[in-house]
């Protein structure tokens, strides 16, 4: 069946997530992607749970969808010349090594772009490939710490806390699936491949938005407010009766509204709170009025009448809840997925919806070396003895 980029193949040398989930999205468009994995361990996340289901772990379960994998040594020579020969007939290198590794393995652009002019190489890395930081390593954690997520998550006066998502890796991963997306347009327009440089602290950086604005233009150094927000009130997590809601007033025709569900007519009007900026200003006398009325509602009797009245409000859902929400489920963003070892079992779905392409059935996660024999053998025309020697050598 075709998809948005039947046609492309793309050679995946990353591991762990911030490569994988890029590659990950880039599969479920319809791009051919070939795992390319240590012949001994494989990605380290095949052995990163305890717990794992067949011996399969659900890490890597949930990320290498609709891949394949083959198993090659890019330290040994034959390796190398194997590789090279799937670069001439592929469109992207993809990898997340630290700048000073590629040109040891032979993998960086300089070196492919003689052998395909047209290959397009995307290097995710920590701190990219300019800069004093350029070969340092780097994991969600640090990048979180350091590219200013965590100096405005969590509550005031608490101990610094990460996103629970991990979006120092994440970020990276969506950033690289839109960039090669575009340069293979532009390859297209002009036949040129490119290199597509990612620093994970850059997509940090970039994430900032109108936070970074706001500094550059008063000068303040911002700090956590829980979930609240810098310039809206109320705008926040509100504890019920029996689970936390959060409540978006994010322009002035839900105010009114908001004051009359909790029966707070009397506050809507007030030249204390009347306006966003005052209410801002005033924030410290809103909020606790505003919870001590929310304190009196059952969850989703409270969250039935702000719909009703069309304000922006919402449960703060667990997993169990959100995973079984019947909107996810119409969107089919929770899918199965049927493994050899593993039998069936449920992931998470693609978010993108495309007219013409509607969504196809979702490819296992591949076992470690499982395309090797298609790969080598059909592919690249390389007899049965030469993959077993190349299995006795170490090569595969």
Request: proline fraction near 8%.
């Amino acid at each position: 069946m075709q998809s948005l980029l039947s046609g492309i193949r793309i050679l995946d040398l990353s591991r762990v997530l911030a490569g994988p989930y890029g590659t990950l999205l880039l599969g479920d468009l319809g791009a051919e992607i070939i795992k390319i994995e240590d012949p001994k361990e494989g990605d380290p996340t095949r052995n990163i749970t305890p717990k794992k289901v067949e011996g399969e772990d659900p890490y890597f379960l949930g990320l290498n969808r609709n891949k394949k994998s083959i198993t090659l040594n890019l330290n040994s020579p034959p390796g190398k010349e194997i590789f090279y020969r799937l670069v001439k007939i592929s469109d992207v290198v993809y990898d997340n090594y630290r700048p000073d590794v590629l040109p040891k393995l032979g993998v960086d652009y300089e070196t492919l772009k003689e052998i395909n002019p047209r290959m397009i190489c995307c290097s995710i890395s920590g701190f990219g490939h300019t800069g004093p930081l350029q070969n340092r390593p780097a994991y969600d954690l640090t990048l979180q710490a350091m590219g200013g997520a965590m100096s405005v998550t969590g509550e005031p006066g608490r101990v610094p806390v990460r996103l629970g998502l991990p979006m120092g890796d994440l970020a990276g991963g969506m950033f690289a699936a839109y960039a090669i997306s575009a340069a293979l347009l532009h390859r297209e327009k002009t036949g040129e491949g490119l290199k597509i440089d990612l620093s994970l602290l850059d997509c940090q950086v970039s994430l900032l938005t109108y936070m970074a604005q706001y500094y550059f233009f008063n000068g303040i150094v911002p700090g956590p407010i829980g979930s609240g927000h810098q310039s809206i009130v109320p705008y926040q997590a509100f504890k019920t009766q029996d689970i936390w809601i959060v409540v978006a007033v994010f322009v002035e025709k839900f105010w009114s509204k908001f004051c009359k569900v909790l029966g707070l007519e009397n506050i809507a009007a007030d030249p204390r709170f009347d306006k966003n900026p005052k209410r801002l200003q005033n924030k410290a006398i809103l909020v606790p009025i505003l919870e001590e009325a929310i304190l009196k509602w059952k969850g989703e009797d409270l969250l039935k009448r702000l719909d009703e009245e069309d304000v922006p409000a919402a449960p703060v859902n667990t997993l169990d809840r959100i995973l079984s929400n019947p909107q996810i489920l119409t969107r089919n963003m929770v899918v199965e997925v049927n493994h050899p070892k593993v039998g069936k079992f449920k992931s998470v779905g693609n978010p993108i919806k495309v007219s013409r392409f509607p969504q196809e059935t979702f490819q296992p996660p591949p076992m470690l070396g499982q395309h090797n024999e298609s790969i080598y053998r059909d592919l690249l025309g390389y007899s049965s003895a030469d993959l077993q020697t190349w299995k006795k050598g170490g090569i595969i």
